[in-house]
């Protein structure tokens, strides 16, 4: 069963305007982790942010946040003030005490800013 | 100096050759894994070893061998290239915390791009 689902394969967003990617997670392990990732057209994979099940507030990092709704079981990455160079492949993936911490990731989003 | 680094970046090769792909990690991590990125970009975990111990291992064909000298270093070994086996190798490592939530960011290295012909 799918355990990391991202349902938009293909995003578009205005240089300067914000724009969410969805994540939606399935577990029923409360102890787990959530993360995202960024694979730019050079390939190399950059962790962006990470979220605990147990955190109170959504996590920040710079332009990125994190938008976690618990009970709906979603994750979305906001980036706000969308850049040229934020135009890439963004992963989804979540990690579980009970599956020995092992990664699952998402299929991806590919987010293209156009000037 | 690079966190995670691989070796080689590019590797063309012919089916039925042996190849090997090389990780070093420097950042004391104790956990290294990897995993197979394929043409529509899915990333697929194929091992994980902690402390040189064997700790995931995904249906992966047997022709795949990892091996880890020490826990800075996982190598990979793959026997009999098919034309399948194109694709793209992540090294990443975590640092395992045992108590609360887990928060273990996994960092990965540039990848090597394989390609058999």
């Known amino acids: 069963a799918q355990k990391i689902t991202q349902t938009q394969p293909g995003m578009f967003v205005q240089e300067k305007e914000a724009v969410t990617l969805d994540c939606t997670y399935d577990t029923s392990d409360p102890s787990y982790g959530l993360f995202w990732y960024k694979q730019p057209s050079s390939g190399e994979m950059i962790f962006l942010i990470y979220q605990g099940s147990y955190d109170q507030q959504n996590a920040t990092e710079g332009r990125y946040s994190l938008n976690f709704q618990k009970a709906r079981k979603s994750a979305n990455l906001v980036i706000s003030a969308s850049q040229l160079g934020d135009s890439a492949m963004y992963f989804c993936a979540m990690t579980r005490r009970d599956t020995g911490n092992q990664f699952y990731f998402g299929t991806g989003t590919s987010l293209t800013v156009i000037p | 100096d690079t966190a995670v680094s691989q070796t080689p970046k590019y590797l063309v090769t012919q089916m039925g050759n042996d190849k090997s792909i090389k990780c070093e990690q420097n950042l004391g991590h104790d956990t290294m894994y990897w995993y197979k990125q394929d043409s529509k970009k899915f990333l697929k975990i194929m091992f994980s070893?902690?402390?040189?111990?064997?700790?995931i291992n995904e249906t992966v064909p047997n022709r795949f061998s990892p091996k880890s000298p020490d826990k800075a270093h996982l190598n990979l070994h793959i026997n009999s290239l098919e034309l399948g086996d194109s694709a793209v190798y992540f090294c990443?490592?975590?640092?395992?915390?045992?108590?609360?939530?887990?928060?273990?960011?996994?960092?990965f290295g540039p990848g090597t791009r394989l390609t058999v012909l």
């Open positions: 070893y902690n402390n040189k111990e064997l700790i």
């Open positions: 990443a490592s975590s640092q395992d915390y045992i108590q609360g939530p887990p928060t273990d960011t996994q960092y």
